[in-house]
């Protein structure tokens, strides 16, 4: 597929380029590159898997056939991570074979990068233990483990110069705004009248959800307040986002959203009502069919989901028995109460 870089400038003459870089197999990310007077930050990497990488350079190229901005990846000074998934910083260490830009990320997800290694044993228990505690079988759980520690180990931890936090400014350009839940440590950028709004926002999907229980800091209480958070910005005239188109309409785009979580709140609790269930029996109703990693990112969402409405006390546990042992819950049912 033929993907173009396409250009914007803000009302200040801040050029930005959004840079379309495969970063799995029929999957897009958008790197942007934002040329103000001494500053040339990018923002993401790619994956730095398959053709991420070339699609990267092929941008700079393009900046200059296209746009006649004469910029190689030498010339960024400044490096900044949306968040901390493997599609925004895995790039980041062929990134750096070119630049000594300084990479900065948010405070909650600097150990992802810093400390892979250690963060991921730490998240595929807690996964492991979500799976168990979602009712799936131990085929499955297997497998679905399995699936999850595939091509993990490819990335080498990196490190990071600076952090930040909500509120921060950078570069003298961009307002930090936090907006948790898809990631713990994922960010907005405002600049000026743009906002990058990573994968916090996308045009036509919803990010991927996991419940709290895995990680804190995500799940789908942190996701909503994320949104009401951007929800507050005045005056953004265009989104960019992580993947998919910009988003010309962010106020639309957010009422589109809360509807369609409202939508899943309510079909889980009319299955719930129907009949309690494990996570595991909902996600196959709610998502009938789903193979592969799509599956256990469909367990992951509907446990959110469950999770979120546990938190507010809509939904309760029917099985868990009380026990001297501290075995962890598992093959939990809820109920809608
Ligand atoms: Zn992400
Ligand atoms: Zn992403």
């Known amino acids: 597929m033929e993907q173009r870089v396409l250009r914007f400038e803000t ?33 993401d990497t790619g994956s730095g898997h398959g053709n991420s990488n070339r699609d990267l350079l092929a941008g700079f190229v393009a900046l200059q056939d296209q746009w006649g901005e004469r910029l190689s990846l ?18 980041l260490p062929f990134v750096r074979q070119f630049t000594q830009a300084p990479t900065a990320i948010h405070i909650a997800d600097r150990r992802v990068i810093t400390n892979y290694d250690g963060r991921l044993l730490f998240a595929s228990k807690a996964l492991s233990r979500f799976l168990r505690h979602a009712g799936v079988s131990a085929a499955q759980h297997q497998h679905l483990m399995g699936m999850y520690l595939q091509n993990k180990e490819a990335f080498q931890t990196a490190p990071i110069e600076q952090t930040f936090e909500d509120g921060d400014r950078l570069c003298d350009l961009f307002d930090v705004v936090y907006t948790p839940g898809h990631c713990p440590g994922q960010v907005c950028l405002r600049l000026d009248e743009v906002l990058f709004s990573a994968d916090h926002i996308l045009a036509r999907t919803a990010p991927h959800l996991a419940p709290e229980m895995i990680t804190p800091g995500t799940g789908l209480e942190h996701y909503i307040w994320g949104l009401q958070q951007v929800a507050r910005l005045d005056g953004i005239e265009l989104t960019l986002g992580g993947h998919e188109q910009p988003i010309e309409n962010l106020p639309k785009r957010l009422e589109h959203i809360f509807a369609s979580n409202q939508r899943k709140i309510e079909r889980i609790s009319d299955l719930l009502k129907a009949q309690p269930q494990t996570v595991a029996q909902l996600s196959a109703s709610m998502y009938r069919g789903l193979q592969g990693y799509d599956e256990l990112l469909g367990i992951e969402k509907v446990g959110a989901f469950v999770e979120y409405l ?3 006390g809509y939904v309760r546990p029917v099985n868990i028995a009380p026990d001297d042992d501290d075995r962890d819950p598992i093959n939990v049912v809820y109920e809608l109460f």
């Open 310 to 312: 546990y938190l507010r």
């Open 11 to 43: 009302q200040a003459g801040v050029r930005i380029y959004s840079l379309p870089v495969e970063v799995f197999p029929q999957f897009y990310a958008n790197v942007y590159l934002v040329v103000a007077d001494s500053t040339i930050c990018l923002i």
């Open 74 to 91: 030498a010339d960024v000074n400044q490096i900044i991570l949306t968040h901390a998934h493997i599609d925004h910083f895995g790039g």
